[in-house]
């Protein structure tokens, strides 16, 4: 099995920047089969959303229409991690943002077959 373990969440004024992280840890063997790694966010009283996706073999990337120009995603293989960049962070960024690893691209996080447990993200105005 593999664990995802997020961190980097906290709160920051509107403008400014976080950088959260997702490591995997487990059997060498599952990790290595991990095609694609994502984050998620909910915020209070709304749908879970993707937020960005990169596939860790070829780095394509996917990026919601209201985080674009603003987050960055990228891997370290070596470190088994995700980053997230976000930059120019609004109000509205402020979600329990969610790590997520499988085979392949999904907006259903649900069918990501590795979950993190979350990191709070708060803006304020």
């Known amino acids: 099995q593999v664990q995802l373990v997020e961190s980097g969440g906290g709160s920051v004024q509107a403008g400014g920047s976080l950088r959260l992280s997702c490591a995997a840890f487990?059997?060498?063997?599952?990790?290595?089969?991990?095609?694609?790694m994502g984050w998620f966010r909910q915020a209070p009283g709304k749908e879970r959303e993707g937020v960005a996706g990169i596939y860790t073999g070829g780095g394509g990337t996917y990026y919601a229409d209201s985080v674009k120009g603003r987050f960055t995603i990228s891997h370290d293989n070596a470190k088994n991690t995700v980053y997230l960049q976000m930059n120019s962070l609004k109000p509205e960024d402020t979600a329990m943002y969610y790590c997520?690893?499988?085979?392949?691209?999904?907006?259903?996080?649900?069918?990501?077959?590795?979950r993190g447990k979350g990191t709070l993200v708060t803006i304020s105005s």
């Open positions: 487990g059997y060498t063997y599952s990790i290595a089969y991990i095609n694609y």
């Open positions: 997520a690893a499988g085979d392949f691209m999904t907006a259903n996080y649900d069918a990501m077959k590795y």
